[in-house]
């Protein structure tokens, strides 16, 4: 909900967002989840706390500007992500 809340204190109309939450037991990186997010038709995803580990991109549409935001330590990212990382030793 922070991420919901900024982006509609930036400005952005609530019809333009969405929120998806990943199916009990699977994570971002299933074909089905993929293929969830590619459904909304979103230009730009941010994924929270869910992409911390190498891969193929988490769109399909490559064209699609997408964001990885998490906490874990890494140094392999989903294939075209923009990472936000925060890590706290």
Known sequence: MIVYRTLRHLG?????????FVAKGSNV??????E????YGAHRVIF???GSRGGPSLVKDQSVQY????H???E????GSIVGHFYQS
């Not at 969830?36 to 459904?39: E, L, M, P, Q």
């Not at 964001?67 to 998490?70: R, S």
């Not at 392999?76 to 294939?79: I, R």
């Open 12 to 20: 952005l109309p609530p019809e333009l967002i969405s929120v998806h």
């Open 36 to 39: 969830a997010v590619d459904r």
């Open 76 to 79: 392999e990212f989903p294939s």
């Open 29 to 34: 990186h299933t074909t089905e989840e993929r």
């Open 48 to 50: 929270l706390d869910h």
């Open 67 to 70: 964001l990885v935001v998490d």
């Open 72 to 74: 874990h330590w890494s």
